[in-house]
């Protein structure tokens, strides 16, 4: 199930970018979000690893059992991390202009649906997440 949702999240990535290449013409600024955005992005994909790796290390090292369960799932977060790093190299490699021809569908994003992807991708940061702890503390 956590490959659906990178899947649904990778697409969401993807729609949104392309929405910035489309509109890079009109607003050169939008170069350089695409940009922040996919750095962005890889930098969180190698902050959640290591932030999985190492409860992982916690976990093994508090209760001494399930050591091979721990392993699978330790390369199970390398993997899903190396997968998402792959695809954020290949946009990387791949110039705006020739992203939009790697669409996964036809449909276009307009600018409500940006806001949207980006309120929900921001929704799903880790400080997004815990800002109701901040707010009750």
Not at 91 to 97: C, D, Q, V
Request: charged share 30%; glycine share 4%; hydrophobic share 30%.
């Amino acid at each position: 199930q956590a490959s659906g949702g990178e899947d649904e999240i990778q697409q969401l990535q993807k729609a949104l970018l392309d929405y910035l290449d489309q509109n890079t013409e009109t607003d050169a600024s939008l170069v350089f979000s695409r940009k922040f955005y996919i750095a962005q992005w890889f930098r969180d994909t190698t902050m959640e690893t290591e932030k999985a790796i190492k409860s992982q290390k916690d976990e093994d090292s508090s209760e001494g059992t399930h050591h091979a369960k721990d392993i699978e799932t330790t390369g199970q977060i390398m993997h899903r991390a190396e997968s998402r790093k792959r695809f954020l190299r290949s946009i990387i490699k791949t110039g705006p202009s020739q992203f939009s021809t790697l669409k996964m569908n036809s449909d276009t994003v307009d600018y409500e649906d940006a806001c949207l992807i980006v309120r929900y991708l921001a929704s799903m940061r880790p400080f997004a997440q815990s800002f109701d702890i901040y707010l009750t503390q």
